[in-house]
């Protein structure tokens, strides 16, 4: 029993538990017969807001008033641009990548550009740099749907031994914000700077140069989930960031890392996405339909930060 | 200060100065829209950006955010256009409760210490449902009296700057004349002083997110008004251009320091600025990056002012 006090004591375990729940709840209903399809559909789409919401809680880290707005903009933007790149043409898979982490770099520099040079809150300046770069990508999209080529279409929709090769993807890429964020000395510095940024200029932490690395590493996994979800639905759409927004904000929330910066976690980010994405379909086994699921959504949102959150004071 | 101008309206010279700048500019390249009926046009969907604004200002007072202006002022707008016609006392009932359930979070995001943007996040997609419910297709009619409030021609000046002038006033007294405005901006620049001395917060937030309601209420009306017709996604895009707006406007996102008047200006700034590119004849696709540039150049216009400003007051 001490063990699983210790257990219930890490903040990441509701959003677990919580889609374990719902997932039993689906599974039961259909008498057990989706079980394996509906966990991989789960893992699949739970994996780009994993890859965004990973890079959201490091920006959500470094205290109140840090979030980046730009996410969906940034996804749409390096979706549209890597596929008119590669144009259908399995050689230019690589470049492709390459080209939307550039774009993640650049709206990256721009959003630290505008924080610090202005001196505007965060929320403002990714909210004028989102503008420009969903304009960016209204300009190039010009209504075409460009096909992924077909090496990443298959890729990014087939699976390998049972797992979704997405969901891998996303393994990997939070192994190494794990790395980063607790065995890092970066990791350490996003954390003191979320909990008194004051304290941690007086401590020598590099804080400006910690806050521009987190909204780079920010814009760049929003780039890479763009990319991502662009070759597995089959082209970029102009849309297709829009529902990252509060996904990405959501899943930090939900996974129990700090609102008000300074303290955070991965695994509830995993728990988190795999919840949000559960309990859509669950409400969809039911039978219900778009606008009653909307509603629910959202109450079940409310509902949850409400049983997790209010503890600290800060952020809006 | 040596103008004899109070800080408050000094606030509102970088804003005014960007509208002027942006209104003179549309002149040049089109002196026909320098008419009674080229302003209206140019104007009058200014009118329920306006009134979001607004409400997104009130929020922003007590230190907050409301995401879910845009997907409120879409379910209002499909209220109006098919209740408030077909049966004004069940969609005034409608809207009042909705009004209610505004004023609720403000309380509930208070008592729970909750982030404000997750909730009103998490309220989007309560009303983004409720509008989907409502008119899962576009359609509905606007109210007739609501048609004619829109497209009524008063002498002298268009309906958009009347309108336009009557908001700023409506909310310059509620929110800078008025001992509610003055508790409300209290609690977003020192909530604990404001409890301290007295008053309950719970009543100021819950007065804050209830006016926030009633201006975005107004706001779902016009633009039926406008449009004729209603749709779920209709006013999506309101929740970002609110926030700017505000910002435009010379509020700043902490301390309850806003300026009405200057909300106002910001949303007519950010609606002139998509008719400029298209009288500059660059292409629509830029017109939400257009917004995003004005707000940056105002931005960092005022920060240049505020270092003036500075060296001026410390010779």
């Known amino acids: ?316 | 200060m040596k103008l004899g101008l109070t800080s408050d309206a000094m606030r509102l010279v970088i804003p005014a100065l960007s509208m002027t700048v942006l209104l003179a500019a549309v002149f040049w390249l089109q002196p026909r829209a320098m008419s009674y009926f080229g302003l209206n046009l140019l104007l009058n969907l200014a009118v329920p950006i306006a009134l979001a604004t607004i409400a997104q200002m009130l929020v922003m007072a007590v230190n907050d955010l409301d995401l879910s202006i845009g997907a409120f002022v879409s379910f209002v707008a499909c209220v109006t256009a098919t209740f408030l016609r077909d049966a004004p006392l069940v969609g005034t009932l409608i809207l009042a409760g909705a009004v209610g359930i505004y004023a609720l979070i403000g309380v509930v995001i208070y008592l729970r210490n909750l982030p404000s943007i997750v909730v009103t996040l998490g309220m989007s997609f309560v009303w983004a449902g409720l509008a989907v419910l409502m008119l899962p297709a576009p359609g509905g009619q606007a109210p007739d009296w609501v048609r004619w409030l829109m497209t009524v021609k008063p002498p002298l000046m268009p309906m958009a700057i009347v309108a336009s002038i009557v908001i700023a006033i409506v909310a310059h007294l509620i929110v800078m004349r008025s001992s509610l405005g003055v508790l409300i901006r209290g609690v977003g620049g020192n909530q604990r002083s404001v409890e301290r001395a007295g008053w309950s917060i719970i009543a100021a937030r819950a007065a804050a997110y209830g006016l926030a309601g009633v201006f975005a209420v107004a706001a779902g009306i016009a633009l039926v008004g406008l449009t004729t017709s209603a749709d779920a996604n209709i006013a999506l895009r309101y929740t970002l251009l609110s926030i700017a707006g505000v910002i435009l406007g010379g509020g700043e996102f902490t301390g309850g320091r806003v300026s009405p008047i200057g909300a106002v200006i910001g949303a007519l700034t950010l609606t002139l600025a998509g008719s400029f590119l298209s009288f500059l004849r660059i292409s629509p696709d830029w017109q939400i990056g257009a917004q995003g540039a004005i707000l940056i150049i105002v931005l960092a216009l005022r920060l240049v002012f505020n270092r003036v400003e500075k060296r001026r007051a410390q010779p």
């Open chain 1, 1 to 316: 029993m001490i063990s699983f006090g210790n257990l219930a004591r890490k903040p990441w375990i509701w959003s677990w538990m919580a889609a374990f729940l719902v997932w039993f709840a689906t599974i039961m209903v259909t008498g057990g017969a989706s079980t394996l399809g509906l966990s991989q559909a789960a893992l699949t789409f739970a994996a780009f807001s994993i890859i965004v919401g990973i890079g959201q809680m490091f920006v959500i880290t470094l205290g109140p008033g840090n979030i980046d707005l730009s996410v969906p903009a940034t996804m749409t933007l390096a979706g549209t641009v890597a596929l008119k790149l590669m144009n259908v043409e399995n050689g230019m898979v690589v470049p492709g990548l390459l080209v939307a982490v550039l774009i993640g770099l650049a709206v990256g520099v721009g959003n630290y550009a505008l924080i610090k040079a202005l001196r505007i809150p965060p929320i403002i300046a990714t909210l004028s740099m989102s503008f420009i770069v969903q304009s960016a990508a209204i300009w190039t999209n010009r209504g075409l749907r460009i096909k992924p080529p077909s090496v990443l279409a298959d890729f990014t929709t087939s699976s390998t031994l049972g797992v979704p090769n997405v969901a891998l993807v996303a393994l990997g890429l939070s192994l190494i914000a794990w790395v980063l964020l607790e065995k890092s000395v970066y990791g350490r510095w996003i954390s003191a700077i979320g909990q008194s940024m004051a304290a941690a200029r007086m401590a020598g932490i590099p804080v400006d140069g910690a806050r521009f690395v987190t909204y780079l590493l920010c814009a760049v996994l929003a780039s890479v989930a763009g990319y991502l979800l662009a070759c597995f639905s089959g082209g970029a759409a102009l849309n297709m960031g829009a529902e990252y927004l509060l996904m990405s904000i959501a899943v930090v929330v939900i996974g129990g890392t700090a609102v008000a910066g300074g303290y955070s976690n991965v695994p509830g980010i995993w728990g988190a996405s795999l919840f949000m994405f559960l309990v859509v379909s669950m409400l969809n086994t039911y039978g219900i339909g778009a606008g009653v699921r909307l509603i629910m959504t959202g109450l079940i949102i409310i509902s949850v930060i409400m049983l997790a959150g209010g503890r600290r004071t800060g952020m809006r």
